[in-house]
């Protein structure tokens, strides 16, 4: 199996790992199948995401996913947050395996599962874009 030097890059380093104790929003999501989990916390001030952490169980292309999703979002607006997709996290990586496809899309998940928390925290309504039915997956 062959990786990309970004992907070894994000697996060996990876960025924004750790908790945020006081999160705005916090989203867990795994895959039974593969066994990773991620969790993402966010911290968003004025519908900035000024911060950003997470937590990942797995392997190393759920690990360097999880890191490069946090490298996307981080300074960006919710909405702008809202518009990342799995194919970007993988593109961002220069590629991922075909059959690692799926920690990308665990690594959206978890960004979607943050911002639905963050919006429930605060008694708003969940937008749909924070679900991932809204894709059709």
Known sequence: MIYSDKVMDHFNHPRNVGIIEDADGVGTVGNPVCG????????????VITDVRFKTFGCGSAIATSSMATEIIKGKTIEEALTM??????????????HKMHCSVLAEEAVKAALADYYTKRGEPVPPECSVEADGR
């Open 36 to 47: 990773d989990i991620m969790k993402m916390y966010l911290k968003i001030d004025h519908g």
């Open 85 to 98: 997709t799995n194919a970007a996290v993988a593109e961002a990586l220069d590629g991922l395996p075909p």
